[in-house]
């Protein structure tokens, strides 16, 4: 095995839930414990992560767990120490920006969760930012990566659907409220004083999936609500959920294909999947998952007749086929991961930026204009100078 080069990467926000499962554990840590990657040009790669936190006991702690040599609660230090090339984010919404702009300004390589800002007009700015500092950046995009999704994908590049007429989205399980049994969430994400709310959260993921698989967002219509107006937090303590805990969206995308999606903490599961996506084409439709992913041609699409007065013989169930994985899918965080390294190192083009990120925020913005107003809301084409 060629020796590989270790790429230091930040972790800031190491211990939180993203942080430290999906990032930490889950990309970082498995692709440094296989000895790195091979890219294309047959060059290895391996990372060495440096955990930064506000918790110097909940650090070394972690680091002790996990083997990790390095770990501070000076983030300044760290940005200033060249040794660490990539800067990494994933602290709480609110928090992100103050720590891009730090990055930024150090020269560091970015890469972050989404949202990239909580408004427009900072996302934008920050990706200004890092292209006047000619600074590499990639924002989290991993639901593309999720198997269902890859199928997804395969299904539209083969051709498949014919022309695709529209997608519905399905998100969401119950969250509970935290009084009788401790909520699955963050207590933060039901606070929109604290960066919370299932608009900013579920949005940038819907507005990349749209804008990679069916077509870029030009307009949207959403109803926001907070259908449980309180809570009770991770101390046992009732809060009063400021934020909307479920968003109906009906997007415009460009090509002419509508999307309908829903998204819900407030929603009892009785599908197979907790996101699942119907898409309909002209030659055939799909239904695909977190997962799985089943088909219907057109040539074996049963023919319904409404008739009221009889029992419906067709068996929906049974009339689709399900698409094999035909691949070993890596955890997306990992894949994307290990994509956003190759590109670094290889000096090519990324395209999930900062500005793909500022994307994602211009649609949560424009989701909660479009429910404050009742109206629709054109998104314009966003450009850096
Ligand atoms: N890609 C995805 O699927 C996905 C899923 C959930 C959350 N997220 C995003 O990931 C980010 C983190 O979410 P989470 O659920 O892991 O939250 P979390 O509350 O579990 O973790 C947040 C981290 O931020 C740190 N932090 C909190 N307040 C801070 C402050 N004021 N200054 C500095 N650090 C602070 C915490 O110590 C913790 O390490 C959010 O931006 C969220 O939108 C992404």
Do not use: C
Request: aromatic letters at 10%.
């Amino acid at each position: 095995m060629n020796q590989a080069r270790e790429i230091g990467i930040i972790m800031n926000g190491a211990s939180g839930r993203m942080g430290y499962r999906q990032h930490l554990v889950r990309s970082i840590l498995a692709i440094r414990d296989e000895g790195g990657f091979e890219l294309p040009n047959g060059e290895r790669v391996t990372v060495r992560p440096l955990l930064v936190g506000r918790s110097e006991q909940k650090l070394a702690e972690l680091a002790s767990r996990h083997g990790i040599a390095d770990y501070t609660t000076d983030l300044d230090a760290a940005l200033a120490d060249p040794q660490w090339e990539i800067y990494g984010d994933f602290l709480v919404t609110k928090a992100r920006s103050a720590a891009l702009r730090k990055a930024i300004a150090a020269g560091k390589t970015i890469y972050t969760e989404k949202p990239t800002a909580e408004t427009l007009e900072e996302s934008i700015e920050l990706a200004q930012l890092a292209k006047d500092a000619g600074v590499k950046t990639g924002v989290v995009h991993d639901k593309l990566y999720l198997p269902g999704l890859q199928k997804l994908r395969r299904l539209i590049d083969s051709g498949f659907f014919g022309r695709i007429l529209s997608v519905r989205g399905e998100f969401g399980y119950w969250v509970f409220e935290g009084d009788w049994q401790p909520a699955q969430r963050p207590s933060w994400n039901y606070r929109t004083e604290d960066g919370g709310g299932i608009i900013v959260d579920m949005f940038p993921h819907w507005n990349y999936v749209m804008e990679n698989l069916f077509g870029g967002v030009r307009s949207v219509y959403a109803q926001a609500v907070t259908h449980i107006p309180e809570r009770w937090d991770e101390q046992g303590e009732r809060y009063a959920a400021t934020a909307d805990d479920a968003a109906y969206g009906v997007f415009e995308l460009e090509g002419g294909v509508i999307a309908q999606i829903n998204s819900s903490w407030t929603t009892r599961v009785d599908r197979d999947e907790l996101v699942q996506f119907h898409v309909d084409g002209t030659h055939g439709s799909a239904v695909v998952g977190l997962f799985g992913a089943k088909i219907q041609p057109r040539n074996a699409t049963p023919k319904p007749v409404w008739n009221p007065d009889l029992e419906d013989t067709i068996d929906y169930d049974a009339t689709w086929q399900q698409v094999p994985a035909n691949d070993v899918f890596l955890n997306g965080f990992r894949q994307q991961w290990q994509e956003f390294l190759t590109s670094y190192v290889l000096g090519t083009d990324y395209p999930f930026d900062l500005l793909a990120g500022a994307r994602g925020v211009q649609l949560a913005e424009a989701g909660l204009a479009s429910s404050a107003s009742g109206s629709r809301v054109e998104l314009p084409t966003l450009s850096l100078r």
